[in-house]
């Protein structure tokens, strides 16, 4: 009696999980038209199939939230070490900032020549201006290099970010991820987890974590 019962129970928690599939199956089906038709085409019924089976249990859900928290901290705390080294340099971030950095800096450097070279003697002007102007390319020099190594180091640690990302899902069993970084298959996983995130948003709205 108790196996019999055990096995209905089995039998019925097999077909909740098939329904389940099917739904976010069916979902997945209807997000992926809303991407562009080079992208649907790599989408194929079995990626999607095997993408709605690792969602199943709403584990890979906690997973993609707790990924995408730690970028936007870790974009945050990137921009905030960019905006400093920014403030160092006296000028406010914005795309431009490395030019208007550098005139920030030539404006400060003038003055400060200037009132030099109106206590220096005469015969000794060409000597100060030479010093000078050495004086200035070396902190442009400074700035576009303090500049370069920050925007590297921003670089290496996204990339570093968007490896974990990749190995975590992909140890997850999430179809699609795996570390790579060619171009086409970057955007393709930023498609995948956009489908993963439509759907959670989907379920909040619903009042649970499924559809």
Known sequence: MERCSGA???AADGARQQERHYQLLSAL???VKELPSSFQQRLSY???SDLALALLDGTVFEIVQGLLEIQHLTEKSLYNQRLRLQNEHRG???PAAADRHTLVLRQALRQKH???QQACRPHSLPVLQAAQQRELEAAEQRIREEQRAMDQKIVLEL???VADQQSTLEKAGV?????TTNPQELTLQMNLLELIRKLQQRGRQAGKVAL
């Open 92 to 94: 406010p971030w914005s």
């Open 46 to 48: 079995t990626t999607l």
């Open 29 to 31: 089906q209807g997000l």
């Open 175 to 179: 179809a699609g991820f795996y570390v």
């Open 159 to 161: 990339d570093r970010k």
């Open 114 to 116: 200037q009132e030099a």
């Open 8 to 10: 209905l129970e089995e």
